[in-house]
């Protein structure tokens, strides 16, 4: 079965074609990607400083056309050969979800073939399936992308159970807020860490929201805001000057945030007896946090498996191979030309 993938939920327009081939006959599940096309919207964004929702709904009319033809024309595969189409039905901005959605169903629609609305960060969550060391169902998993920090216990496709949460700021967010403090560019969360990379550690002591708090909920409001305290403090004498304290107040940030993810994913693997933990979503492509979890798990045990770098943004590969196995399950869309879209959406519930 070949699927095609549609990603618009938010600053990424994504289009995939995959091909179920290479899963149901257990050669690396990577090899089933015929073809992939990407556009970020990071350039338009950048001088707002965060995601103008109507403008990335209209770039995503603009792209998704273009974009369908280029991944085509990559797998070498004509729009008549696809077997089905997946799309972002939630979480996002509604504006842009209904773009990729109306394209979604009207295509299949169009090619008389079925549909069907993926969960955006189950797309994350499954996305390590297409690395090199693919974990083996049950693993728990860490999700980390845009305004969600989740530990999630997985069964299977399908089969979530919610460890843990944020209750306010999300680690991706606290990135972002941090970044702006510090004068740089968004997107903040890659800013942020290689801004670290040259700061000293140990000279601030910022708190680790939540450490020990006996769940595996999450909290990084108060750390961003113990970032504001310190930017508020400093009395700038020159620009070098300037810039060593921002690196090592940004060093300080990321050793604690880093340190909260790493106990806490250490804490579920503990409690629920797993021996595999799947690290998704943007911040999953921190080399901080990476290093860190590879550390943790040679002490403990347990083995950390990551998706690709280039899959670790918003991509339309991991909506198709997310699509292509619930489709292989079973699961579809109504046939009906009628649809919504989730801007909201349990992944349990998914």
Same mark, same amino acid.
């Given at each position: 079965?070949i699927?095609?993938?549609i990603?618009?939920s938010?600053?990424?327009?994504?289009?995939?074609?995959?091909?179920?081939?290479?899963?149901?006959?257990? @050669?690396?599940a990577?090899?089933?990607?015929?073809?992939?096309?990407?556009h970020?919207?990071?350039?338009?964004?950048?001088?707002?400083?965060g995601?103008?929702p109507e403008?990335?709904?209209r770039?995503?009319? @603009?792209?998704?056309l273009?974009? *369908?033809?280029e991944?085509?024309a990559?797998?070498?595969?004509?729009?008549?050969a696809?077997? !089905?189409?997946?799309?972002?039905q939630?979480?996002g901005?509604?504006?842009?979800? *209904?773009?990729?959605?109306?394209f979604?169903?009207?295509?299949?629609?169009a *090619?008389?073939?079925?549909?069907?609305?993926v969960?955006?960060l /189950?797309?994350?969550?499954?996305?390590?399936?297409?690395?090199?060391?693919?974990p083996?169902?049950?693993f728990?998993?860490?999700?980390v992308?845009?305004?969600?920090?989740?530990?999630?216990?997985v069964e $299977?496709i $399908?089969?979530? %159970?919610?460890?843990? /949460?944020?209750?306010?700021?999300?680690?991706?967010?606290?990135?972002?807020?941090?970044?702006?403090?510090? $004068?740089?560019d968004?997107?903040?969360?890659?800013?942020?860490?290689?801004l670290?990379?040259s $700061?000293?550690?140990?000279?601030? /002591?910022?708190p680790?929201?939540?450490?020990h708090s006996?769940?595996?909920?999450?909290?990084?409001?108060?750390?961003?805001t113990?970032?504001?305290?310190?930017?508020?403090?400093f009395?700038?004498?020159d620009?070098? /000057?300037?810039?060593?304290?921002?690196?090592?107040?940004? @060093?300080?940030?990321?050793?604690?945030?880093?340190?909260?993810?790493?106990?806490k994913? !250490?804490?579920?693997?503990?409690?629920?007896?797993?021996? #595999?933990?799947?690290?998704?979503g943007?911040?999953g492509?921190?080399? %901080?946090?990476?290093?860190a979890?590879? %550390?943790?798990? %040679?002490?403990?045990?347990?083995?950390?498996?990551?998706?690709?770098l #280039?899959?670790?943004?918003?991509?339309g590969?991991?909506i198709?191979?997310?699509?292509?196995?619930?489709? *292989? !399950?079973?699961? @579809?869309?109504?046939?009906?030309?009628?649809?919504?879209?989730?801007?909201?959406?349990?992944?349990?519930?998914a």
């Amino acid at each position: 079965m070949i699927v095609l993938g549609i990603e618009t939920s938010c600053d990424e327009t994504g289009i995939a074609v995959y091909d179920t081939t290479a899963w149901e006959t257990g @050669r690396p599940a990577s090899d089933g990607v015929l073809g992939q096309a990407l556009h970020s919207q990071i350039a338009m964004h950048r001088d707002y400083g965060g995601v103008v929702p109507e403008l990335a709904s209209r770039d995503h009319i @603009r792209r998704v056309l273009p974009l *369908l033809d280029e991944a085509l024309a990559q797998a070498k595969t004509p729009l008549q050969a696809i077997d !089905a189409v997946a799309y972002t039905q939630g979480p996002g901005l509604a504006g842009a979800l *209904l773009v990729g959605t109306a394209f979604g169903r009207s295509l299949a629609l169009a *090619l008389n073939k079925p549909s069907i609305g993926v969960h955006h960060l /189950e797309g994350h969550l499954l996305s390590p399936l297409l690395g090199e060391s693919a974990p083996e169902f049950p693993f728990i998993a860490l999700l980390v992308s845009g305004g969600h920090t989740q530990l999630m216990q997985v069964e $299977g496709i $399908g089969k979530y %159970q919610l460890l843990g /949460e944020t209750v306010d700021d999300a680690a991706g967010e606290a990135f972002d807020k941090t970044a702006k403090l510090l $004068g740089l560019d968004y997107p903040g969360g890659a800013a942020v860490s290689l801004l670290a990379e040259s $700061g000293a550690p140990g000279r601030f /002591e910022l708190p680790k929201p939540m450490l020990h708090s006996g769940d595996l909920d999450f909290s990084f409001s108060g750390l961003k805001t113990a970032v504001l305290n310190q930017v508020n403090r400093f009395a700038p004498k020159d620009s070098a /000057e300037t810039g060593q304290f921002h690196a090592d107040l940004a @060093r300080a940030f990321v050793d604690s945030l880093v340190t909260v993810l790493v106990e806490k994913s !250490a804490k579920a693997i503990a409690q629920t007896g797993s021996r #595999h933990l799947v690290l998704a979503g943007g911040v999953g492509a921190n080399k %901080q946090l990476r290093a860190a979890l590879n %550390q943790r798990a %040679q002490i403990d045990g347990f083995t950390v498996h990551y998706p690709p770098l #280039h899959l670790c943004t918003d991509n339309g590969v991991m909506i198709a191979f997310a699509g292509a196995l619930r489709l *292989l !399950a079973g699961h @579809r869309d109504e046939p009906t030309p009628a649809f919504d879209v989730k801007p909201r959406w349990d992944l349990t519930a998914a």
